[in-house]
C-alpha cells in the first residue's frame, strides 16, 4: 500500500467514524425568539433554542456551543464575529440567552450550534438559521412621520370609548378610509429590502399591485393612547429595477369605531394613519431609506365604511384602477397630511392573523322574497367572500348570522344589530370582493339585492355566482392532536376547537361578533388546554404586555386587555379576571420555560396583589363576578350557587402562592418570604370563614366552593378526602351534572383528575341529555357556546367553558408535565382509562420535541405507545395489578436496560425513563 493510498484510506476511516458519531445526535428546528427565521426582534439580548433528535434512547445534552456572525459565508466557515459561546457545559436547550456584541438595528444575524449528548457524542453543526432585528428607538425610524389624510379634531377623541348609547356621542362620528401612495425609484442591484410599517386601526400594504404576505388584520389590537405595534416584511423580491409604488389601505378597527350600525363601545383615538421605514440595501454596500412624510399622496378609498361591530361597506365604482401600480396619475390624490400618533412602537411578536378554511355552501334557502340564505355548515370567525356579476351600481347586502330565526331569516339579536356589509358592483364581469377590515362569527350568509345564480335570466339583480366562508384566525402553528374510540368525545374535542381558533386573534376573545374583548379570565382558565392545541407563547407574551399597559396607577388590572372602555362594577373589577396578570405569566414560564416573562411582569404582580390586599376585607374579597354563568335557580351571569368572597379569595390566595414562587425564581427572597405570610393569613382568614368543620363543606358546597379549595391548596391534609368525596356526591345529586360556570369548571376537572376520578368526569361529559358539550352538539351547536345551555339569548361562538380539551390531553391521553419542571422537560405519562374508551392517541409537540402517547385495551390486555423526546425524562403509569406482566417490547419492565421500575400506585405501574420510543404491554392474571 502505496504512502498517499495509507493517508487517503485513513482520512476516509475518521470521516467515516466521525460521522458515526455525529449521526448519534442530530440539532434541529432552530428557534429564536420562539419564531423560525424571525423578522423584527427587538430583544437586546433573544432566546434561542432547539430541538435534538436521536434513534437512542436515554439521551440527554450536557453541552453545546453557538456561533452567531453577520456574514452568513463566514458562519460557514465557522467564523463568528458577533458571539461565540465555545463549549459550554449545560443541558439547556430552550431560552437561552445571547451574549456577545451589541446587536443593531434592522441588521440581520446568522447562527447555528452543535452539541454533545451523555453518551461521548457529538453532533454536526445544525444548518444555519437567521434572524432580523427590529426597530430599537425612535431614532431608528430615520424621521418617519404619522401620516394621514386628515387630522381629527381633538374635540372629537373619544379615550377612554364609551358604553353607553344614552350618551349624545353614541351614534355619531364617521370617517374616510383612505388609500394612500409612494411612487419611487430604484436604479440599482437589490441586496436586501425590508419595511417597518403600521397602519392605525388597521392597514393592508401592496408594492405594484400586489398584497405584501398573507395577513389579515394588521397590526394586533393595544391600548393606542400607550403604545402601538408595527409588523416587519422581508420585500426583497417585491421591488423592481425601475418604479415601485408602495400602496396602502386603512381600516378602523379599535382605532375608530363610528357611531354607525351596532357597536359595543364607541371610541375614537383618532382618523386612520400610518407610518412606515423601508430600508434597501444595494449590493455595492450602499443603503436608501424610504420613509413616511407628506411626500405621500393620499385619497378616499372604496371603502365607505368600516367598523369593527357593525360591518363594511365597498363601493366598487370609487375604485381607482392602478392607483397601487406604478406610472398611475394620481391627479386626484393631495399630499398627505402629518399627524400625531402613539409615541411608543413596539414590533408585533405574537403570530398573524390568517385565513384559513374556506367553506362552501352547504344549503341554499329564501325564507321570504327578494332574501336568500346560505348554509356555510360551520359557525366561525369569518368573513363572506362573494363572486358576484351584475349592472353597475347595483348594491348586494351581505348579513351574516350564527343562527336563524323561526322564520329562516339570519338572527343577530342576540348578539348584537344590525351588522352587514354592503357591495356596489362596479359592472366589469365577474367581480370577487371580502371585506378587509372586519370580521364576524358566523354560519349563515343572508343575500338581499342579488339572486342565486341559478334563477332566471329574468331576473334582473344580480346573480351570486359563488359564496365561500373564509375562516381567519391567529395562525399560531397547531402542536397537538387528540383523538379517541369516543365519538362524542371527539366531537367535543372539535366543538371546543372551533370556539378557540374563532377567538384566537390578535388578544383571546371571547367572541367574535358581540364584543372581540379580550376578558382575561379566559387565558388563564382555558389557556391550560389552547396550548396543548397551539403554540401560543407569543401570543401570551403579547396579553402579558397588554395587561401591564392596561393596569392602572393604584394597581388594578381590569377585566379586559386592552381597556378601550372601562366598564363599571365586576365587569371591571373582578379578581378572577384581573389575577391573570399573576397566574398567565407564571403559566408562560411553566410551558415553555420562559424566565424573562416572569422579570418584566414582576412589578405588575406585585403592584396588583398590593390592590387586592388595601381592597380586601379582613383578607377576603367580597366583590367580583364570581363563578360566572354557573348553573343556578336564576338567569345566567354572575355567581349563583357559589357565596361572595368565595371563588375571589381563592385566587387571591393562589395569587400569592404563585407570586412566592416567582419571588424566589427571579432571586427576591425578602418578597417571597412576605407572601408566604400574607399567604398563610389569607388562609386562615378563608378557613374560618367558609369552612365548615362538621360537614368539610366550603361556603353552600357548590362545585365551584369545594373544587377551587381544594386545587389551591387552602383545604388542610386531613379534611382534602372529606372535600373531594362531596364534590363527587354534588356531582351524583345533580344527576354527574355540571353546575359550576366560567370560573369553577377547571378547577372542578383538575381536582377530580388528580383525584383519580377521571371515572367521574366521563359520567358528567358523555352524556347530551343535561347542559353541557353533548346538550350544545344535540341542538345542532357547531362551535362551543356562551352557556351550557346552549340557548339561544347568548354568543354561540365562546371559548370561556373549553376546559375539558386539557383533560383528553392530561388524562385521558395522560400526557402533562411534573410541576417541578418548566416545558416539559420532567414529563408525566398517566393515561386514564375510563368510561366505553378503549383507545386513544395524543401528540404534544413540546418545546423540547413531540411527545406522543396511544394506548388500547383489547381483550383485557392493555397496549401503550409512548414517545419522550431527547434531553427529557419521564414518569409512566400504566394501569396494572401487582399481578400483571408488564413487558416493553419483548422484556419484562423489571429487566429493562431503559427503564427503572418504581412500584405500584394507586392501581398502576410505576416506571421511569428517558428518551426514546417504548411499547408497553400489560397482561392481567
Known amino acids: 500500500m502505496s504512502q498517499s493510498f495509507r493517508s487517503v484510506f485513513i482520512v476516509c476511516l475518521l470521516l467515516s467514524a466521525s460521522a458515526k458519531i455525529s449521526a448519534q445526535i442530530a440539532v434541529s428546528s432552530l428557534r429564536c425568539e420562539y419564531r423560525d427565521a424571525p423578522i423584527g426582534v427587538t430583544a437586546l439580548h433573544p432566546q434561542l433554542s432547539w430541538m435534538l433528535y436521536s434513534k437512542h434512547r436515554n439521551v440527554k445534552q450536557t453541552a453545546y456551543r453557538i456561533l452567531v456572525a453577520d456574514d452568513l459565508q463566514a458562519l460557514q466557515k465557522n467564523e463568528s464575529n458577533i458571539w461565540d459561546s465555545k463549549k459550554i457545559r449545560s443541558d439547556r436547550s430552550i431560552q437561552v440567552t445571547i451574549q456577545g456584541k451589541k446587536l443593531m438595528p434592522a441588521k440581520i444575524y446568522y447562527w447555528k450550534l452543535m452539541v454533545w449528548d451523555d453518551h461521548g457524542n457529538a453532533s454536526a453543526w445544525s444548518k ?57 425609484k430604484v436604479t440599482r442591484q437589490i441586496k436586501k429590502a425590508t419595511i417597518f410599517i403600521t397602519g392605525l386601526g388597521q392597514f393592508d400594504l401592496s408594492i405594484n399591485g400586489k398584497k405584501v404576505g398573507d395577513h389579515f388584520l394588521d397590526p394586533g389590537w393595544t391600548q393606542y393612547d400607550k403604545h402601538a405595534l408595527y409588523v416587519s416584511f422581508d420585500i426583497t423580491n417585491n421591488l423592481v429595477q425601475g418604479s415601485n409604488v408602495f400602496g396602502v389601505m386603512l381600516g378602523n378597527g379599535f382605532y375608530y369605531v363610528p357611531g354607525e350600525r351596532y357597536h359595543k363601545l364607541r371610541g375614537a383615538y383618532g382618523y386612520p394613519k400610518m407610518i412606515c421605514r423601508t430600508l434597501i440595501e444595494y449590493k455595492d454596500g450602499t443603503t ?48 398627505a397630511v402629518v399627524v400625531t400618533g402613539p409615541s411608543l412602537l413596539e414590533a408585533q411578536a405574537e403570530e398573524p392573523l390568517k385565513i384559513f378554511d374556506k367553506f362552501t355552501v352547504k344549503k341554499i334557502t329564501q325564507p321570504k322574497p327578494g332574501v336568500w340564505v346560505y348554509d356555510m355548515g360551520q359557525n366561525a370567525s369569518a368573513i363572506p367572500q362573494i363572486t358576484v356579476k351584475g349592472k353597475r ?67 334582473r339583480l344580480p346573480k351570486i355566482v359563488d359564496i365561500k366562508s373564509l375562516h381567519t384566525r391567529n395562525s399560531a402553528a397547531t402542536v397537538g392532536s387528540f383523538t379517541c374510540s369516543n365519538k362524542l368525545f371527539n366531537k367535543i374535542f372539535t366543538l371546543i376547537d372551533w370556539a378557540v381558533q374563532s377567538n384566537t386573534a390578535s388578544i383571546f376573545t371571547d367572541c367574535p361578533h358581540r364584543e372581540k374583548l379580550g376578558w382575561l379570565e379566559e387565558a388563564h382558565l382555558v389557556g391550560s388546554s389552547i396550548h396543548y392545541n397551539y403554540d401560543i407563547a407569543t401570543l401570551c407574551r403579547k396579553v402579558v404586555r397588554d395587561m401591564m399597559n392596561a393596569q392602572t396607577k393604584d394597581g388594578l388590572i381590569p377585566d379586559i386587555a386592552p381597556e378601550f372602555v372601562e366598564f363599571d362594577g365586576g365587569f371591571r373589577d ?28 414582576y412589578d405588575m404582580m406585585t403592584r396588583y396583589v398590593a390592590y387586592l390586599e388595601k381592597k380586601s376585607e379582613n383578607h377576603i374579597l367580597y366583590f367580583g363576578l364570581g363563578d360566572w354563568y354557573d348553573i343556578g335557580p336564576g338567569a345566567l351571569g354572575a355567581s349563583q350557587l357559589t357565596p361572595r368572597g368565595i371563588t375571589g379569595t381563592a385566587i387571591y390566595y393562589y395569587d400569592l402562592t404563585l407570586l412566592s ?70 356531582i351524583h345529586n345533580h344527576n354527574n351534572g355540571i353546575t359550576a360556570g366560567d370560573i369553577g369548571y ?23 341529555d343535561v347542559p353541557g358539550y353533548g346538550y350544545q352538539l344535540a341542538q345542532g351547536a357547531t362551535a362551543l357556546t356562551e352557556s351550557w345551555q346552549g340557548n339561544r339569548i347568548s354568543s354561540n361562538n365562546h371559548f370561556m367553558l373549553g376546559h375539558l380539551m386539557e ?58 405507545n409512548t414517545i419522550i423526546p431527547v434531553n427529557t425524562t419521564a414518569v409512566i403509569y400504566l394501569p396494572a395489578k401487582k399481578s400483571s406482566v408488564i413487558t416493553e417490547g419483548d422484556k419484562k419492565i423489571t429487566t429493562s436496560n431503559s427503564l427503572k421500575f418504581i412500584g405500584f400506585e394507586n392501581g398502576k405501574a410505576v416506571i421511569k425513563g428517558g428518551s426514546g420510543k417504548y411499547s408497553f404491554k400489560v397482561v392481567d392474571k
Open 128 to 184: 444555519v438559521s437567521k434572524w432580523q432585528m427590529g426597530l430599537l428607538s425612535a431614532d431608528d425610524w430615520k424621521g418617519a412621520k404619522w401620516i394621514a389624510y386628515e387630522q381629527m379634531p381633538d374635540s372629537l377623541r373619544i379615550v377612554p370609548a364609551i358604553a353607553n348609547p344614552d350618551d349624545s356621542r353614541w351614534t355619531k362620528g364617521k370617517d374616510i378610509l383612505p388609500l394612500i401612495r409612494k411612487e419611487f
Open 288 to 335: 436608501q431609506n424610504i420613509i413616511s412624510d407628506q411626500s405621500w399622496k393620499s385619497a378616499p378609498g372604496p371603502v365607505t365604511f368600516s367598523s369593527i361591530y357593525g360591518g363594511e361597506d365597498y363601493d366598487a365604482t370609487l375604485s381607482q384602477n392602478g392607483w397601487n401600480k406604478p406610472g398611475f396619475n394620481d391627479v386626484l390624490f393631495k399630499n
Open 393 to 459: 351600481g347595483t348594491v348586494v347586502k351581505i348579513t351574516p348570522a350564527e343562527l336563524l330565526d323561526d322564520n329562516g331569516l339570519v338572527l343577530q339579536a342576540p348578539v348584537g344589530t344590525p351588522v352587514y356589509f354592503n357591495y356596489t358592483l362596479k359592472g366589469e364581469g365577474t367581480e370577487i370582493w371580502h371585506p378587509q377590515f372586519m370580521y364576524y362569527g358566523f354560519r349563515y350568509i343572508q343575500i338581499e339585492g342579488a339572486v342565486p345564480q341559478k334563477e332566471p335570466a329574468s331576473n
Open 574 to 601: 373582578s379578581p378572577e379576571w384581573g389575577s391573570n396578570g399573576i397566574i398567565l405569566p407564571y403559566y408562560v414560564y411553566q410551558w415553555y420555560g420562559d424566565k424573562q416573562v416572569l422579570e418584566e411582569s
Open 661 to 730: 414562587k416567582i419571588a424566589r425564581i427571579v432571586n427576591k427572597p425578602a418578597d417571597e418570604e412576605k407572601y408566604i405570610n400574607l399567604a398563610a393569613k389569607v388562609k386562615a382568614v378563608y378557613n374560618n370563614t367558609f369552612f365548615n368543620t362538621q360537614t368539610s363543606q366550603y361556603g353552600t358546597g357548590s362545585q365551584a366552593a369545594n373544587a377551587m379549595s381544594v386545587y389551591m391548596g387552602l383545604v388542610d391534609t386531613q379534611y382534602k378526602s372529606k372535600v373531594v368525596a362531596n364534590i363527587v356526591q354534588d
Open 746 to 768: 377547571r378547577y372542578l376537572l383538575r381536582v377530580l383528575d388528580d383525584a383519580g376520578r377521571s371515572d367521574v368526569i366521563f359520567d358528567m361529559n358523555n352524556r347530551s
Open 807 to 864: 383533560w383528553f390531553y392530561s388524562g385521558l391521553g395522560g400526557i402533562r408535565s411534573d410541576t417541578v419542571s418548566t416545558g416539559f422537560r420532567q414529563i408525566i405519562i398517566r393515561p386514564e382509562p375510563v368510561g366505553d374508551v378503549n383507545h386513544v392517541k395524543v401528540t404534544y409537540q413540546s418545546p423540547y420535541g413531540n411527545i406522543s402517547n396511544e394506548w388500547k385495551k383489547i381483550g383485557g390486555i392493555f397496549f401503550m
